[in-house]
């Protein structure tokens, strides 16, 4: 089977950095994915990672250990806009892009 | 970049009745389909895999008499949720895939939130 973890909720600074991490068991691994979600609208895409390591896209980045089942997603320079659900996911095996979400972690963040 | 138009956006409907939700692709076309279901503070379930040109495939406690699918074209399928219940409201929303491939990211629709009196 599958299954996702990641914390519920976090809290941050405006400008800080934070860090949300997101474990994974798979009976497959084709991939992991970030969205972002704002309260009330649908999720958009961040990254996507298949590779160990530590993908850099602006402020955002994302790291995956494959051996360890394991991702975050970094947000550095964080803006009042940054707060919303910052969701895991990965494909379900054999079924390219039919995604599993994890339950998301809520992200405040406060001046 | 990949546009998928979901509506309505927002329905309020009476026990028993039924509610037909559409989503679209507005800019390319989409084989497959998915529908997912978001109850407040929780993340995205996985409702069903809608194929254009064959039965959609359920996940596992999805009743598919009870939440109907329909992809009548390459650009648009409909979810329609039939003897609505007050269980059922919730946030409803499709997405479709912008390839074919495992690094191909899902574009979503704006989702419609079904409240049933």
């Known amino acids: 089977g599958q299954n996702i973890d990641q914390p519920t909720e976090m809290t941050a600074t405006e400008g800080a950095i934070v860090q949300i991490n997101c474990t994974y068991q798979?009976?497959?691994?084709?991939?992991l994915f970030w969205y972002q979600q704002h309260a009330g609208e649908a999720p958009t895409f961040l990254s996507y990672n298949v590779l160990d390591g530590l993908e850099e896209k602006g402020r955002f980045s994302s790291f995956l250990s494959r051996s360890k089942g394991y991702s975050y997603l970094l947000l550095k320079e964080l803006q009042m806009k940054d707060s919303a659900s910052y969701l895991c996911?990965?494909?379900?095996?054999?079924?390219?892009?039919?995604?599993?979400f994890g339950a998301g972690t809520r992200l405040a963040v406060h001046p | 970049g990949a546009v998928v138009s979901q509506h309505p956006s927002r329905v309020i409907c009476k026990s028993g009745t039924s509610v037909k939700i559409e989503c679209r692709s507005l800019d390319f076309q989409a084989t497959t389909m998915f529908w997912y279901r978001q109850f407040p503070k929780q993340s995205l379930m996985l409702m069903a895999t809608?194929?254009?040109?064959?039965?959609?495939?359920?996940e596992q406690g999805v009743e598919k008499d009870k939440f109907l699918i329909n992809h009548a074209s390459l650009t648009l399928s409909t979810l329609t949720v039939t003897s609505a219940h007050p269980e059922d409201s919730s946030f409803y929303i499709c997405?479709?895939?912008?390839?074919?491939?495992?690094?191909?990211?899902?574009?979503f629709g704006n989702g419609t939130r079904l409240t049933v009196t």
């Open positions: 997405s479709a895939p912008g390839g074919s491939s495992y690094n191909s990211p899902l574009h």
């Open positions: 809608s194929n254009e040109g064959s039965k959609a495939t359920y």
């Open positions: 996911a990965v494909p379900l095996s054999g079924g390219y892009n039919k995604l599993i």
């Open positions: 798979t009976s497959g691994f084709n991939g």
